[in-house]
Structures are given as C-alpha cells and as structure tokens.
C-alpha cells in the first residue's frame, strides 16, 4: 500500500503549468511541523496536482494557506545539469481539502473574476482528481 496525508501550509504560490500535449500540472511545497519534537521541525513536501485538480489549486490557493493533501509517494530518477544522477520524492495528489479558518492564509489570494454574476463568494468545493472518477491518471509527461 502507498497512501499520504498531509497536513500543511503553502511554502509559495502553486506553480501551474501545461504539458505539451496541454494537460494541467500543478506544483506546490507543503511545510508540515512535527508536532512532539524537542525543537521545532519542519518537514517540507513536494505535491504535484494533474487535470481538474491542479487548476483547482493553482486558482483557490496560495503562500501561506493550509492545505490537506492525500496521494501516494513517488520517486522519479532524473539527470543534472552536471551529469549527476538524482531521484526525486514527490507526492502525486489524489485530493485536496481546504483546512483552517476562512480568509487564513488568503491576504495576498487574487479575487475571482465575477462576470456579471453576484459578488457574494460562496466557497469551492474539495477537488478530488479525475482517478477517481475513472479517468486515467498520468500521461507519462513531466511538466517541464
């Protein structure tokens, strides 16, 4: 079995992206304190978002804000700039929460475009990515 859950805040401000064949990629660090540590630790995660999802984020996220992440680990091998070979741990989310309070973590959150629609926010519901609704996963693509 390989399954996490992590709960966090936003280091930075998700990074999206779009593969080449146009499939949306989403990159954030999640920063999760060791809760009965002696000295405070802080642990800091790699969580790539795909499709629906990593729109999702990248639009209703940002620095600071905390966020409850569940996916699996995965490692992949890449080379350097220097020739080095390096693996890389990541987590591939499956879902996303919002957690804390409303507002926390959004001061710097852009406001989303109204169209001529009602101002009034109600607030988005919890994305979970397109695995579960039967759809493949991943294309095999890196997004960069």
Do not use: H
Request: glycine letters at 6%; one cysteine or more; a negative charge.
């Amino acid at each position: 079995m390989n399954s996490i859950i992590i709960k966090g805040r936003l280091t930075k401000d998700p990074e999206l992206r779009y593969t080449q064949s146009d499939t949306a990629v989403c990159t954030v660090n999640v920063a999760v304190d060791r809760p009965y540590s002696k000295d405070k630790e802080t642990d800091f995660f790699t969580v790539v978002f795909w499709r629906q999802t990593a729109e999702f984020v990248s639009k209703y996220f940002s620095k600071g804000q905390e966020i409850l992440v569940q996916g699996e680990m995965q490692s992949r091998k890449y080379e350097d700039k220097e020739g080095n070979n390096r693996i890389a741990w990541e987590i591939k989310a499956d879902r996303v929460e919002f957690c804390g309070s409303k507002g926390q973590g959004e001061e710097n959150a852009p406001a989303p475009a109204t169209k001529g629609k009602s101002t009034k926010k109600a607030p988005p519901p919890t994305a979970e990515s397109e695995v579960e609704s039967g759809e493949t996963e991943d294309d095999g693509e890196l997004p960069f």
